[in-house]
């Protein structure tokens, strides 16, 4: 050791061996920089590669050599031998290329350790071949021992420095393996020329061809430019391709990121990287994940199956967070190449909104979606597994069925918002109203129905007495439409031992309390069967009697009374049933009304009258009664505009009549409904004053252009001393608002005389004419006769 040491300082210029040691660090980090550029390489540019390291780290051990030697100073001339010199570049090129090509066969065992063993011999080889070339004035001697160090030196270090320069990536990496292939050569070096003695012998004789040091300065200084020139291409190949990774790096971090899913590159169970989606579901930045665990978050068996070779087959899994909890998640797992090594790439898809999609779709497959009660579908199924268990255990079932009162006028008045707020206050308080053995669903619409288990019936009758008070307190605090509802109640096994019929039985209970003033309840007795389903017949064969035909006028007249002439006349409707014969009108207009029907009833009555009354001669008055319904329709004053402007009958022809019905249940909207029929120029009656409220308010407050007293009234008012102070009292308050009265109901001469006597404007009634076809008053419609004779009163 301490020969090696005397021989560097002693035996050597330090400036040159400072230039030495300078090319040696740079041929060292060429080769390494080199030989790692062609590891990434395609394979068919990795032969070229190889052989630009091996020229370019050859070249620089052998410059580091001869300038090493060059700095070596025995004190003796010196020369080199031509054909050996060029052999040792020979040797350090060839066996530098072959160690860096060994170090990168994959399928060799120790490939980098192999290699740069023969990298070492390279060096060896090299520097001994050099030495052999070293010509001077005497007798070279070689230290065994310290021969056999150098070899053992460079080898080691050789194995190692190509161990380390393709084992570790990055920058530490490079710089390791170039550190110590520059420590394999420079140890080598100066240990092989400590084992070097020198005895002057002056017999000795340098030869002629012998290469001067000068010129081998100017050969080691071309091999250091062409070192420095390969050592620049290294280092912008490797800048170019560092800054291409980067970019490339970065292009798919910005695709991974840009991805909604989850995604993790792993290496076996160790995350490599992951998206900034995954690290959102796990809780923790996506820059801190790689180097931890898969399982760590995903425990799952299942995952970790997949994660054994289940590829492209979706998993389901919990994946637990960081701040605690799970979510469910789903994997796609897929091998990928990653850093030319096998890697995998996991695909996770977060399953919370589609587990909420399913969970909503189930909910709604079984409940109504505006109230969240049971719909039809699981009401039906409950209602046959409750009669199968009463049926086994002997006992009882109430089914309660519900339907709002007045629900579509709501609709029309208020809105559908309004209509759909009112189904959800009644199905929460109602709910509130049961216990967790009652079932409360929406059927439809505003139809809903409670299944109880009960002993006996009256507690079905204190559950819809509850019901109904619960109602009624709610509409103590409301100010929206007041909330009203009718119960129907049908028994099993009393009344029916079928859910169809008990539905159907329970359902004839609701209409019957509905038809006796609704807002109550009835149980279903065997006799209303019969009657509600005459009365569903006759509802639907009402929806067909105008297509049928089978719907028809008739006109009774209206008379002056202080003259006695036509001044008009009231359309009146007749229904002519072509099995159950004429049907009063007091029977079929409730039945109308209530089912809607009224409205399309009503269109073809005003239209029929309006086309009509356009063909009289004569310019009489035609009045057409028309029902609340018919009034809060949104469309009624565009109808009885487009009716006049069809048939050309003037307005101030058409009178309507309405009665203070109409006006109480929306008094506002009844307002503007009359107001803009005014503005149309059509006149407006109060039909039957005096049975409704009456209300002198109602007749300043509304646009009406008549008065008609009620036949209730008029009937013996000649006679009856309270009916005469009535009708006195209702001509009085005509004359002080300025609108005149018609009386209806005139059947004698009496009664016509004590009108006349009050000063009655107008009357109606058999005395003046029978309802009957326009035809038999043609000669008021059409002639020059304007008064009824008596042939035509007792038509």
């Known amino acids: 050791m301490l020969k090696v040491v005397g021989c560097f300082v002693a035996a050597h210029d330090p400036w040159l061996v400072t230039l030495a040691a300078a090319i040696c660090t740079l041929a060292a980090g060429t080769a390494v920089g080199l030989l790692r550029h062609a590891c990434k390489a395609a394979r068919n540019l990795r032969a070229a590669w190889l052989c630009v390291a091996a020229v370019a780290g ?18 003796l001339p010196s020369g080199y031998n031509v054909g050996l010199t060029v052999l040792s570049l020979v040797f350090a090129i060839a066996l530098t290329g072959i160690g860096l090509a060994v ?42 021992v310290l021969v056999a160090a150098s070899l053992i030196i460079g080898t080691v270090l050789g194995s190692v420095a190509l161990s380390v320069a393709l084992g570790r990536d990055g920058v530490r990496g490079r710089v390791a393996g170039g550190l110590l292939l520059l420590a394999a050569i420079c140890s080598h070096h100066f240990t092989a020329m400590g084992a070097v003695t020198i005895t002057p012998d002056p017999t000795i004789v340098i030869s002629e061809t012998a290469i001067p040091a000068r010129w081998l300065a100017v050969g080691t200084a071309l091999a250091s430019v062409t070192i420095l020139l390969l050592a620049c291409a290294a280092l912008a190949l490797d800048i170019r391709d560092r800054r291409h990774a980067v970019q490339e790096q970065e292009r798919l971090r910005s695709l991974a990121n840009a991805a909604v899913e989850g995604l993790v590159v792993c290496r076996g169970d160790t995350i490599v990287s992951a998206n900034d989606s995954f690290g959102k579901l796990v809780g923790v930045p996506a820059s801190e994940l790689p180097e931890r665990a898969l399982s760590g978050f995903i425990p799952d068996g299942k995952a970790r199956l997949a994660l054994a070779g289940q590829f492209d087959q979706p998993i389901e899994a919990e ?77 009882k079932l109430a089914l309660l069925c519900l339907d709002l009162d007045r629900f579509k006028e709501v609709n029309d008045l208020f809105g559908h918002a309004a209509g759909d707020a009112m189904l959800v206050t009644v199905a929460r308080t109602v709910s509130n109203a049961l216990d967790e053995t009652q079932m409360m669903a929406r059927l439809g619409g505003d139809e809903f129905a409670i299944l109880m288990p009960c002993d006996h019936a009256v507690a079905a009758g204190r559950l819809a007495e509850r019901i109904l008070e619960a109602l009624r307190s709610g509409n103590a ?66 929806r067909h009697a105008v297509a049928r035909g089978e719907m028809h006028l008739v006109y009774q007249p209206q008379t002056d009374v202080r003259n006695g002439s036509v001044t008009g006349f009231e359309v009146l409707l007749r229904w002519l ?27 073809w009555v005003l239209r029929e009258a309006c086309r009509e009354a356009a063909t009289w001669t004569n310019p009489l008055t035609v009045a057409v009664n ?9 469309h ?21 009549e309405i009665t203070e019905t109409a006006l109480i249940r929306d008094p506002s909207r009844a307002q503007s409904t009359l107001r803009q029929l005014k503005a149309l120029g059509v006149r407006i009656a109060m039909d039957d004053f005096g049975t409704g409220y009456s209300s002198v308010s109602n007749l300043r407050a509304y646009p009406f252009d008549k008065i008609k007293i009620d036949g209730s009234f008029i009937r013996s008012v000649d006679a009856n001393e309270q009916t005469a102070a009535i009708v006195r009292s209702v001509l009085g308050l005509g004359r002080g608002l300025g609108l005149p009265v018609l009386a209806e109901g005139v059947e004698t001469d009496a009664e016509l005389r004590f009108l006349a006597a009050e000063d009655c404007q107008a009357a109606q009634g058999y005395l003046m004419g029978r309802p009957a076809a326009i035809e038999q008053f043609a000669r008021f419609t059409h002639g020059n006769q304007l008064k009824p004779d008596q042939s035509v009163a007792a038509a």
Request: net charge negative; charged share 20%.
């Open 626 to 634: 028309v029902s609340a319904v018919q009034i809060h329709a949104p």
């Open 103 to 144: 170090s990168l066969i994959a399928a060799l065992p120790l490939a980098p350790a192999l290699g740069g063993a023969i990298l070492g011999g390279g060096i060896a080889a090299m520097h001994y071949t050099g030495m052999t070339a070293f010509e001077v004035p005497g007798h070279i001697r070689w230290d065994p």
């Open 58 to 75: 050859g070249a620089g051990i052998w410059a580091t050599h001869f300038v090493a030697m060059l700095a070596f100073e025995p004190g």
């Open 636 to 656: 009624f004053v565009q109808l009885v505009h487009e009716s006049l402007f069809r048939t050309g009958l003037k307005p101030d022809r058409l009178e309507v």
């Open 319 to 395: 994946l637990s967070q960081a701040a605690g909890g799970t979510i469910p998640v789903e994997l796609i797992m897929r091998p990928v190449t990653y850093g030319n090594q096998p890697h995998y790439a996991v695909a996770v898809r977060d399953l919370r909104a589609r587990r909420r999609a399913e969970a909503q779709i189930q909910f709604l497959a079984h409940h109504d979606a505006l109230t969240g009660l049971a719909n039809r579908t699981s009401f039906n199924q409950r209602l046959e597994q409750e009669l199968k268990l009463a049926a086994a255990t002997g006992g």
């Open 477 to 542: 605090d409301a100010a929206g439409p007041i909330v009203a509802t009718s119960v129907g109640i049908a028994l099993y096994p009393d009344d029916a031992t079928e859910r169809a019929m008990l539905l159907s039985y329970a359902d004839t209970a609701l209409y019957r309390a509905k038809s006796e003033g609704r807002g109550t309840y009835r149980f279903f007795e065997a006799k209303m069967g019969a009657q509600v389903r005459e009365r569903r017949l006759l509802e639907h064969d009402l």
């Open 577 to 603: 049933h072509p099995e159950r014969g004429a049907i009063s009108p007091a029977v079929f207009i409730p039945i109308a009304e209530e089912s809607g029907v009224i409205l399309q009833i009503g269109e």
